[in-house]
């Protein structure tokens, strides 16, 4: 499914301003809903765990710099800005992945919602409302734990911002001192992100294993 999905989204492009038309469209060529939701939760997921990657990357930076003891400390602030844009890049990534999963998620539940009135038979209508409900409850553990790891990179991206900017204007010992004073706190709100983006990874994988069955 992904090598035939990415073989055919750049024809799609200019349908993505409509929902609408750019699910049925992918409907027409046989790729559902159900399986867009799973390549874009997988999309997060990997997106989520390169960015936990990437604050771990910040975060040695940071440390780092307070731990410098001579040499061209411009450079030094030049490669702690570098992590520091690289992280908000991470996290646009992060939350795009995000709406594009509520996006799918609305359109599926909707067709599903409109499809159990088809059913002729009792039985099955009622199965599928089952699967309908449990399917509900899980996606909403999904999108609880990945907006709970997004709440958590904002807090973590302005601490980093103050200390590039710091640093920026005052490249001298007084201001390594500064920062170093700020390691405990960064290191804990970096912790903090790191399990928080566990979490939702794992939520992901599980999310995954259910709509696969």
């Not at 939350?95 to 799918?104: A, G, L, N, W």
């Not at 983006?197 to 069955?213: G, H, L, P, Q, V």
């Amino acid at each position: 499914m992904q090598n035939r999905y990415s073989a055919i989204v750049f024809i799609l492009v200019i349908l993505s301003g409509c929902s609408t038309v750019y699910y049925n469209t992918l409907e027409k060529i046989g790729i559902p809903k159900r399986d867009v939701m799973v390549h874009r939760v997988e999309k997060a997921r990997d997106t989520q765990e390169e960015t936990k990657e990437q604050f771990k990357s910040a975060l040695a930076q940071f440390t780092a710099v307070t731990n410098f003891s001579g040499g061209n400390l411009e450079e030094v602030y030049n490669k702690l800005n570098d992590e520091y844009l690289a992280s908000v890049d991470k996290a646009e990534e992060v939350k795009k992945r995000i709406s594009d999963i509520e996006d799918v998620s609305v359109a599926l539940f909707e067709e599903w919602e409109e499809e159990l009135e088809q059913y002729s038979s009792p039985s099955l209508r009622r199965s599928s409302q089952q699967k309908l409900n449990d399917t509900r409850q899980h996606y909403q553990q999904l999108i609880t734990a990945m907006k709970r790891a997004e709440a958590k990179i904002e807090p973590v991206l302005s601490v980093f911002k103050d200390q590039v900017l710091y640093l920026k204007h005052n490249l001298n010992a007084q201001a390594i001192a500064s920062l170093k004073g700020e390691l405990d706190s960064v290191e804990s709100d970096v912790s903090a992100l790191i399990l928080a983006m566990e979490k939702s990874i794992d939520e992901a994988n599980a999310f995954i294993r259910t709509m696969e069955k």
